[in-house]
């Protein structure tokens, strides 16, 4: 398996000046406005790229800081708990342990925040807390502006775009929103010539790269993502084990423990309650079908990816397959879409990025770095 390695940050501003065909110089061959001089800029503004995930929130700032956390908020739920616990927000792992005396909210759903569902209000106000409490782990000084690239998927559509401004008007004075595969592609200096897969827990992204800003017809977003796959792991495992007792929670961390596509791994096996006392269960086949359930859809996008590509190119766009984000850690997934590729696309060729939990934020960061003045929108 071929790695990349997320590049340092800190030449991110001398690499927009790489080649003639980048994506960034495309976009600045537009550009009228005076750019600020760097280290100006560098001191009043911090660039912070963040990817704004269902399950994990990611940034990587201008300042050397990386962070994440779980995309879970908890407020306390009435006077004892915030006896215990104080007002709150409380957020990612520490508000998972606490779940039981807050009421939970994971605003995202499917890459884009919640609405037109039952609590609209909760949800928006929940992602405007996640959004705020990621530029914090950014650490910004308080005499900096806050200038912030925002991941999104591929096919995010203007609503989304605008409940994103939304939360972040408050803690950022300029955003730029980016499709998260672009942005995990630009952060690897992946600008032509490859088609990058980002496998989040609420969408798969594809994105095909051909050496300018990709257009609407340059991706795809898949709902059957890291989400998707707990849910069909849990209903098979039911379906199996009807004695078993076991949470959603449980099951995405034997997910997160054990996934793989590849039967020589061994066997699988968790040790889940059956009425009140732990049993050791074999989960192996139903592992296997779960994490396997994510390959023909990806394998089917991909294939309308490279169809609708100049035909001199597609064999250079079917060999150079990136795959990205936390799904993407599935054992074998990489081998298992090259096989399929190679049976139903005549080839394929896939690679692994090393850092999923950072590529996106890294690229965004990338990104702010690179962008002249006219493309940011200013929220302050
Ligand atoms: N070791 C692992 N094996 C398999 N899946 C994993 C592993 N670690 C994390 N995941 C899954 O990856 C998904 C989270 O990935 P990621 O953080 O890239 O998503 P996200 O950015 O929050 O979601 P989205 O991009 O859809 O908004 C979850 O479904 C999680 O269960
Ligand atoms: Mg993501």
Redesign the pocket.
């Known amino acids: 398996m071929t790695t990349h390695d997320a590049p340092p940050t800190n030449d991110a501003r001398t690499s927009s000046s790489g080649g003639p065909d980048t994506p960034a110089d495309a976009v600045a061959a537009g550009n009228t406005g005076a750019p600020l001089d760097p280290r100006q800029e560098e001191q009043s503004i911090l660039y912070v790229g963040m990817?704004l995930?269902?399950?994990?929130t990611a940034v990587a700032a201008s300042n050397g800081t990386r962070e994440d956390t779980f995309?879970t908020i908890g407020y306390p739920k009435d006077v004892v708990s915030r006896k215990l616990l104080g007002d709150g927000p409380l957020f990612g792992a520490e508000a998972m342990a606490k779940r039981l005396s807050l009421s939970m909210y994971r605003p995202?759903e499917k890459?884009v925040i919640k609405a037109g569902g039952e609590d609209d209000d909760g949800n928006a106000k929940a992602a405007r807390d996640l959004v705020q409490h990621a530029i914090r782990l950014a650490k910004p000084r308080p005499d900096q502006l806050v200038y912030a690239v925002i991941g999104t998927p591929a096919e995010a559509s203007i609503k989304n775009r605008k409940a994103i401004l939304d939360a972040a008007k408050e803690v950022v004075d300029s955003v730029i929103i980016a499709s998260?595969p672009f942005a995990v592609a630009y952060g690897l200096d992946i600008l032509t010539d490859a088609l990058v897969i980002?496998i989040?827990?609420?969408?798969v992204d594809l994105c095909r790269m051909h050496g300018t800003m990709p257009e609407p017809e340059d991706q795809i977003t898949l709902s059957h993502?890291?989400?998707a796959v707990?849910k069909v792991l849990a209903d098979l495992i039911r379906k199996n084990h009807p004695e078993l007792q076991f949470s959603e929670r449980m099951v995405?961390a034997a997910?997160?423990q054990y996934?793989t596509v590849r039967k020589s791994d061994g066997n699988i096996v968790v040790t889940w309650p059956v009425n009140g006392k732990p049993t050791e269960v074999d989960i192996t086949a139903e592992m296997h079908e779960a994490c396997h359930s994510i390959v023909p859809p990806i394998a089917d996008a991909l294939g309308k990816l490279v169809a609708s590509f100049d035909p001199e190119f597609q064999s250079v766009l079917r060999g150079n397959v990136l795959l990205g984000?936390?799904?993407s850690?599935?054992r074998g997934l990489g081998d298992a879409l090259a096989a399929y590729m190679t049976e139903h696309l005549g080839g394929g060729n896939v690679t692994t990025v090393e850092e999923?939990v950072y590529a996106g934020a890294n690229g965004a960061l990338k990104i702010g770095r690179d962008m002249p003045a006219e493309y940011w929108e200013q929220l302050a």
Do not use: M, Y
């Not at 989040?200 to 969408?203: I, L």
């Open positions: 990817d995930g269902t399950s994990r995309s995202l890459g998260e980002d989040g827990a609420g969408t993502a890291g989400d707990d995405s997910k997160e996934a984000g936390g799904g850690r599935i999923p």
